[in-house]
Nanobody, 120 residues
């Protein structure tokens, strides 16, 4: 079994910065893709940023230039550095990972989410 635990969500003022972290634990042989998604009230969950084990990353247009995704393959963690935050960034942020456990295929796991609120 694999668990993803996010942390770092908070209330922040517009223009501020915040760093989210996600740690994967359990029976892990390899993690391919790690990603951050978000879901605002009344909206569908959307991809924010993703990063492969080799470091190739991808961002939603709405966050390009403001957010930076990074990962530590040795620690099985992924982070999202968010700056110049806007009220539209308010959402629950979820971590997702494609994980291969010992002797098994890659499977998708989700964290429980962490709330980010951008408001004055």
């Amino acid at each position: 079994q694999v668990q993803l635990v996010e942390s770092g969500g908070d209330l922040v003022q517009p223009g501020g910065s915040l760093r989210l972290s996600c740690a994967a634990s359990g029976s892990i042989r390899s993690i391919a893709l790690m990603a951050w998604y978000r879901q605002a009230p009344g909206k569908m969950r959307e991809l924010v940023a993703s990063i492969f084990s080799g470091g190739i990353s991808n961002y939603a247009d709405s966050v390009k230039g403001r957010f930076t995704v990074s990962r530590d393959n040795a620690k099985n963690t992924v982070s999202l550095q968010m700056s110049s935050l806007k009220p539209d960034d308010t959402a629950v942020y979820y971590c997702k990972a494609n994980v291969a456990s010992d002797g098994g295929p890659y499977r998708i796991y989700w964290g429980q989410g962490t709330q980010v609120t951008v408001s004055s």
